[in-house]
Nanobody
Framework: QVQLVESGGGLVQPGGSLTLSCKVSGVDFNRQDIAWFRQPPGMEREYVAMISWSNGRAYAGSVKGRFSISRDHVKNTVYLQMNNLKPEDTAVYFC????????????WGQGTQVTVSS
């Protein structure tokens, strides 16, 4: 079964950058689409970005132009580069084995906390 482990979260000032990682195992990474979701404090989990097995990319409107998703087929890892971070980006970030844009799969990582604050 697919397993996902997120890392790279932390505290950053507004306007700063962070790169999150999602290590994937238990599945053929070369055929697996992966998405990032986030859950702000007191709110529901929401879609952030998705990358297909063939490197197709899609983003939520709130992060388009600031976030970039990529994947390394040697390290079986998906990355989320986040630039020009805003306080409203504060959330727990999760990766999931999504196959439909905007829809999560049936597996989640444990999440990594991102806090944007001065």
């Amino acid at each position: 079964q697919v397993q996902l482990v997120e890392s790279g979260g932390g505290l950053v000032q507004p306007g700063g950058s962070l790169t999150l990682s999602c290590k994937v195992s238990g599945v053929d990474f070369n055929r697996q689409d992966i998405a990032w979701f986030r859950q702000p404090p007191g709110m529901e989990r929401e879609y952030v970005a998705m990358i297909s097995w063939s490197n197709g990319r899609a983003y939520a409107g709130s992060v388009k132009g600031r976030f970039s998703i990529s994947r390394d087929h040697v390290k079986n890892t998906v990355y989320l580069q986040m630039n020009n971070l805003k306080p409203e980006d504060t959330a727990v970030y999760f990766c999931t084995n999504s196959e439909v844009i905007g829809k999560p799969g049936d597996a989640w990582g444990q999440g990594t906390q991102v806090t944007v604050s001065s």
